[in-house]
């Protein structure tokens, strides 16, 4: 298996519900960061958190960090139809030269 | 203005052609990078330049070639295209590579090998 490995690969949830997504990962990060990918287009940033970090919150979002389980999670609240996208884990190991994006997961927000 | 462009958006060409991508970023940014997405969405980092040295280089065919004539651009140029080349290609750009800088995508380049 790949490093950056997340589950579910897909979700489906109803408006206002919450959505968590988690990422598993093999060797010692440097941060770990989540990105978002919208159906046909390329990825935009929303969170990083640093490998001394445990928590970090960005509006209605939320990551955890366990760095002894080595994994992550993601947590939007109150999810809404256009946070429908697809999401990944990117893990940055070896000093910036090993870059790995997990393997995603679709998330499906319905009305 | 757009952050990072690519060109072609679209790419269809026949099995054993040479093609081009090019990758502009007009973030004044440092690092820029190429990613294949395949059909199951697996994002594969393929190559990183900084300042117009690479730093990057995956466990890619040799058919790919990148090459930076400047940091603000970063091209691909891919020989005797194979149907498995089929894929999304994208470029992205950073401040710098060693601390996990944020990335910026272009929209990429959805390439068709027939």
């Known amino acids: 298996s790949q490093q950056g490995e997340e589950d579910p690969q897909a979700l489906s949830i109803q408006e206002g519900e919450n959505a968590t997504m988690n990422c598993s990962y093999k060797?010692?990060?440097?941060?770990l960061q989540w990105y978002r990918q919208n159906s046909g287009r390329g990825l935009v940033h929303l969170i990083l958190i640093r490998s001394n970090e445990r928590e970090k919150h960005s509006g209605r979002l939320r990551v955890t960090l366990d760095t002894s389980k080595k994994s992550s999670s993601l947590l939007i609240t109150a999810s809404r139809a256009a946070d429908t996208a697809s999401y990944f884990c990117f893990i940055l190991t070896g000093g910036g030269n090993k870059l790995t994006f997990g393997t995603g997961t679709q998330l499906k927000v319905e009305l | 203005d757009t952050a990072v462009s690519q060109t072609p958006k679209y790419l269809v060409t026949q099995m054993g052609n040479d093609k081009s991508i090019k990758c502009e970023q007009n973030?004044?940014?440092?690092?820029m990078y190429w990613y294949k997405q395949d059909s199951k969405k697996f994002l594969k980092i393929m190559f990183s330049y900084n300042n117009k040295e690479l730093i990057i280089n995956e466990t890619v065919p040799n058919r790919f070639s990148p090459k930076s004539p400047d940091k603000a651009h970063l091209n691909l140029h891919i020989n005797s295209l194979e149907l498995g080349d089929s894929a999304v290609y994208f470029c992205?750009?950073?401040?710098?590579?060693?601390?996990?800088?944020?990335?910026?995508f272009g929209p990429g380049t959805r390439l068709l090998v027939l």
């Open positions: 973030l004044g940014h440092d690092t």
């Open positions: 992205a750009s950073s401040q710098g590579y060693t601390r996990g800088e944020t990335q910026y």
């Open positions: 060797t010692s990060i440097n941060n």
